[in-house]
């Protein structure tokens, strides 16, 4: 089975300090994403990578950056973390595109305070 | 750019009750379709997806049918259970190998005893 493993479930963090999501998949796939999940407005994209060194935007990136040096992990990096980015996030990845679905990891509750 | 709705929740059905819940998508191209099932506390996990007009995707006695006419993807099940309580989404991905997945915004489903 893929499994897609964030390295936190839950974390509270204070405003304005520097935050790492970390996230790993083991079946070598090319493609992962961060989403960030909220009551009333689904699953929103902030970044995705289709392959070691790239990155491409999502919907919603600002406050927000990513680094992918490995093909397995991609991590999440809030620069001044704020109130405002309380919230779920959710790793993904996928063979291959949209078009093959993805696999999601368990998520980490971030709570800023 | 690809858009995905879901019907407004949540929903709260009594066990053995049938369960339809409406979905519609926008896309340039032909997407994959994808239901999603996230239960309290964990990550979302594929319930069923379809690649093609008229293909219906199936798995736990859910079923959707992609219905390109009406660019529909609904969700069916002919009796819940008090463990199908969870938050569904549904989702298209594009075709390009850089694409990614496009989230509609849950929907809350709650079955009672």
């Known amino acids: 089975d893929v499994k897609v493993t964030q390295s936190s479930r839950y974390l509270v963090k204070r405003t304005g300090e520097k935050v790492f999501l970390e996230c790993v998949q083991d079946?070598?796939?090319?493609?992962m994403f961060w989403y960030r999940q909220d009551p009333g407005l689904g699953l929103r994209l902030i970044y995705f990578s289709y392959d070691v060194k790239m990155k491409e935007k999502g919907d919603i990136p600002e406050g927000y950056s990513v680094s992918r040096e490995k093909k397995e992990r991609f991590s999440l990096i809030l620069e001044s973390a704020s109130t405002n980015q309380t919230s779920m996030y959710l790793c993904a990845s996928s063979l291959g595109g949209g078009r093959r679905g993805a696999f999601f990891g368990q998520g980490t509750r971030l709570t800023v305070v | 750019g690809d858009s995905v709705t879901q019907m407004e929740g949540p929903v709260t059905l009594s066990e053995e009750a049938f369960l339809t819940i409406n979905c519609t998508y926008t896309?340039?191209?032909?997407?994959?379709l994808f239901w999603y099932v996230q239960y309290p506390g964990e990550g979302l996990q594929l319930l069923l997806k379809a690649t093609k007009a008229d293909d219906k995707g199936s798995n736990k006695g859910f079923e959707a049918t992609y219905r390109k006419e009406t660019t529909s993807f609904h969700l069916e099940k002919g009796s819940v259970q008090v463990s199908d309580s969870a938050v569904y989404f549904c989702?298209?991905?594009?075709?390009?190998?850089?694409?990614?997945?496009?989230f509609g915004k849950g929907i809350t489903l709650s079955v009672r005893p």
């Open positions: 989702a298209a991905g594009g075709s390009g190998a850089n694409s990614k997945l496009t």
């Open positions: 896309a340039t191209g032909y997407p994959s």
């Open positions: 079946m070598d796939h090319e493609n």
